[in-house]
């Protein structure tokens, strides 16, 4: 079974420019996550999708940050303008359902210069 | 929110030892998984364990929810057994993957 699919790996922007990160979940998986991990710091929830709409975006930055996830499937997850302080990886995850476990992708690592 | 506590925060085995990590947590959950974070940044999935043991190979882990704990065995470490370790858990009446990650911790396996 093929895992969660994040693109791109590596991201290098400068500060006030934007970015999109791609996630495509595990087949037939109705609930994504997105987290941000920090360097040395566990990963941290920022938005949840069960199919196409959003059940929690409360620790989202929605000034900056925005997801959408149109037809239920794949994910992206944008940063505009980015800072300095959102260089971290962001990790897809994806889950049969919400009372399921989680399988989390490779992570995009985006560094802000 | 509810708070995951990981000790040690750094481990430094010799190739063959066993460890063990503790995770313990501030509330009820429904949820709480261990995972690998290899070095190349990805989430392995060990265990989903909310209650009760499980033995996976030379990995187990045990779960007291009555007293907020897991305990993750690893015996005969490996060289590839590097990485960091995260406990996350998820607090009564959510999803399953809304999860809170503790802090990890850091093993090194010398050769």
């Known amino acids: 079974e093929a895992g969660v699919a994040q693109s791109p790996r590596y991201k290098i922007i400068e500060k006030r420019q934007s970015v999109a990160f791609w996630c495509n979940p595990i087949s037939g998986h109705a609930t994504l996550y997105w987290y941000q991990q920090i360097l040395g710091q566990g990963p941290k929830l920022l938005i949840q999708?069960?199919?196409?709409?959003?059940?929690?975006d409360s620790q989202l930055p929605k000034d900056r940050f925005s997801a959408e996830r149109l037809k239920g499937v794949d994910s992206t997850l944008k940063i505009q303008p980015a800072k300095l302080e959102d260089s971290a990886v962001y990790l897809c995850?994806?889950?049969?359902?919400?009372?399921?476990?989680?399988?989390f992708g490779q992570g995009t690592r985006l560094t802000v210069v | 929110g509810i708070q995951v506590e990981q000790s040690p925060p750094d481990l430094i085995l010799q190739e063959g030892a066993n460890s063990t990590l503790r995770c313990n947590f501030s509330?009820?959950?429904?949820?709480l998984q261990w995972f690998h974070q290899n070095p190349w940044g990805q989430l392995i999935n060990l265990f989903y364990?909310?209650?009760g043991t499980k033995q996976n190979g030379r990995l187990s882990a045990t779960t007291v929810a009555t007293e907020r704990y897991s305990l993750l065995y690893i015996s005969s470490s490996q060289t590839t057994d590097s990485g960091v370790y995260f406990c996350a858990v998820g607090p009564l009446g959510t999803s399953y993957g809304k999860l809170t990650f503790g802090q990890g911790t850091i093993l090194t396996v010398h050769p």
């Open positions: 509330d009820s959950v429904n949820n």
């Open positions: 364990i909310p209650s």
């Open positions: 995850a994806s889950s049969v359902g919400q009372v399921e476990e989680a399988f």
């Open positions: 999708f069960q199919n196409n709409g959003v059940v929690d």
